[in-house]
């Protein structure tokens, strides 16, 4: 089991930033690709962005190219989801996600171990 906990949520103004925090406990994530995924009401989930922590290797949704970064720190064990210029199109509930293979995928099934989620919720 990795338990993931996510952080970071809230309300914003469109065009205004947060940050979303991912860590776990007695797992160590550098193990592991992470990613961002979002699931609006009614929606099914979406992959927002993904990082190999060895390779390096980084993936984002066109949508949220340029807008979003996701970056790791290893000593904190921690994966981030730096969220600017955010646009009401962008509000859902937010997860992180593990996966175990290393394949920074886009796709929600290939990722074993999901956090709770955290709300982010943008008006216009």
């Known amino acids: 089991q990795v338990p993931l906990v996510e952080s970071g949520g809230g309300l914003v103004q469109a065009g205004g930033s947060l940050r979303l925090s991912c860590t776990a406990s007695g797992r160590t994530l550098g193990d592991y690709s992470m990613g961002w995924f979002r699931q609006a009401p009614g929606n099914g989930r979406e992959f927002v962005a993904a990082k190999n922590w060895k390779t390096f290797i980084i993936r984002y949704a066109d949508a949220v190219k340029g807008r979003f970064t996701i970056t790791t720190n290893s000593d904190k064990n921690t994966v981030y989801l730096q969220m600017n210029n955010l646009k009401p199109e962008d509000t859902g509930v937010y997860y992180c996600?593990?996966?175990?293979?290393?394949?920074?995928?886009?796709?929600?099934?290939?990722?074993?171990?999901w956090g709770q989620g955290t709300q982010v919720t943008v008006s216009s």
């Open positions: 996600a593990a996966d175990v293979a290393g394949r920074t995928s886009y796709y929600y099934y290939d990722y074993s171990y």
